[in-house]
């Protein structure tokens, strides 16, 4: 009877222990730990990379997990964990899927600078790291053969990244939205003029309707070998050459960077922003006009466009009348 007695009292503590084991949430991490899960990753693999981060207490825990529940896949990806969890838990995440990832939205007219800084600020990547893969143009170098960086091609979404999404990946996954939104638009003409005029546009308005007009003005300019002067490409060479002081400058204006419409006639010699969708199709259809000049209403909400300097004179006095009001 003893012998019985102890043998009970054996398999309780056992039975015990295995409750505690699979019952009570575990953290053997500090903070947050991420936990990368490969495609093709055995059972047995990824209970020694759980325990091994402090997820889960022992390896075959999670091999229990498994053959408790035979019929279950196992998703590949990254996962992170904050709080304490089961065994269960732990299990049930990696089988649904509940993987980890930085969601980063690219807004339209985003250039490669601000791009850097929004995936760095995510903790997806260091800057830096982002500009030297966006400065390496091979990647649209079939649809455009002149391109001297990723500007102008890296399409403004919402992109799911994880922590190991390399530069080159995201680029990737950029240059790849921007090449089926340009099927899609189905133009069969020159992509770098194209996506140059629609990032000066881009950068011109934040109004919808206004963008053919502006496209429209651009055309009319460069039809007569007028300079473009639009203040954007001034900025963006101050940018190339880390100078910009958040405000134009008449130095800006003098600067003799190719990029600078005040000073050298014609495109820039290629983007200076990501344009959306709405920017391409203006330039590729700008609205046939005799307009020439634009400035922005002293009302606000779009510009008031002129056919000759007079007219965008008295239009020019007008915002700054109203500005000058509001300072």
Not at 87 to 100: E, H, N, Q, T
Not at 190 to 209: C, P
Request: aromatic share 10%; net charge neutral; proline share 6%.
């Amino acid at each position: 009877m003893k012998k019985i007695l102890a043998v009970v009292a054996v398999l309780a503590v056992f039975a015990g222990g295995a409750w505690f084991l699979f019952n009570q949430p575990y953290r053997g991490f500090q903070n947050e730990t991420f936990v990368r899960i490969d495609h093709g990753t055995g059972t047995l693999d990824i209970g020694r990379t759980l325990a091994q981060a402090g997820v889960i207490r022992y390896p075959w825990l999670l091999w229990i997990e498994r053959a408790l529940h035979s019929d279950a896949k196992l998703q590949a990806g990254e996962y992170r964990f904050a709080d304490p969890a089961t065994p269960a838990d732990v299990f049930s995440r990696i089988a649904r899927g509940d993987i980890f990832y930085f969601e980063v939205t690219i807004p339209e007219g985003s250039n490669i600078f601000d791009i850097a800084r929004l995936v760095e600020s995510a903790g997806a990547m260091p800057g830096d790291d982002f500009l030297k893969a966006a400065t390496d143009p091979m990647a649209v170098r079939d649809l455009d053969p002149t391109a001297q960086t990723l500007e102008g091609y890296l399409f403004p979404s919402t992109y799911r990244l994880s922590h190991s999404t390399t530069p080159g990946e995201l680029c990737r996954l950029m240059t790849d939205q921007f090449r089926k939104h340009w099927k899609k638009l189905g133009a069969a003409v020159d992509v770098h003029r194209t996506v140059t005029l629609a990032s000066l546009v881009e950068k011109e308005t934040g109004v919808a309707g206004e963008r053919p007009l502006v496209a429209g003005v651009f055309e009319n300019r460069l039809t007569k070998n007028m300079l473009l002067q639009c203040d954007p490409t001034t900025i963006y060479a101050a940018l190339l050459e880390n100078r910009y002081r958040n405000t134009i400058y008449r130095s800006d204006l003098a600067s003799q960077n190719a990029y600078n419409t005040y000073q050298h006639a014609g495109l820039p010699p290629g983007p200076i922003a990501n344009p959306g969708v709405d920017s391409i199709a203006a330039a590729l259809h700008p609205a046939e006009t005799d307009f020439l000049y634009f400035v922005a209403k002293p009302e606000g909400g779009g510009h008031q466009f002129s056919k000759d300097l007079a007219g965008h004179e008295n239009a020019t006095r007008a915002y700054r009348k109203k500005a000058r009001k509001a300072g």
